[in-house]
């Protein structure tokens, strides 16, 4: 059963920046489309980067420009650096594949504050 664990996040001011990471447990991680997820209090959670196997990007309108997710298969790790903050990226972020393993990780909270 894969295990999924995020860090980084925290405080970030408006404008400034953040960098997320998430380790994934298991085998074959380097053959599957990986992406980031967040949900802000009171909503749905959403899609917001993806990275193919083959390192191709693709963003949620809201982010592109301003995050840039990364991945790293000999470390079976996916990073999201989070540029430019904006108070509506305040979340809790969450890495999964893009067609989701069923157990999440925990997820971290970014905070967007002056």
């Known amino acids: 059963q894969v295990q999924l664990v995020e860090s980084g996040g925290g405080l970030g001011q408006p404008g400034g920046s953040l960098r997320l990471s998430c380790v994934a447990s298991?085998?074959?991680?380097?053959?599957?489309?990986m992406g980031w997820y967040r949900q802000a209090a009171g909503e749905q959670r959403e899609l917001v980067a993806s990275?193919?196997?083959?390192?191709?990007?693709l963003y949620a309108d809201r982010v592109k420009g301003r995050l840039t997710i990364s991945r790293d298969n000999a470390k079976n790790t996916v990073s999201l650096q989070m540029n430019s903050l904006k108070p509506e990226d305040a979340a809790v972020y969450y890495c999964?594949?893009?067609?989701?393993?069923?157990?999440w990780g925990r997820g971290i909270q970014v905070t967007v504050s002056p």
């Open positions: 298991g085998s074959f991680f380097g053959i599957y489309t």
């Open positions: 990275i193919s196997s083959g390192g191709s990007t």
């Open positions: 999964n594949k893009v067609t989701p393993w069923p157990n």
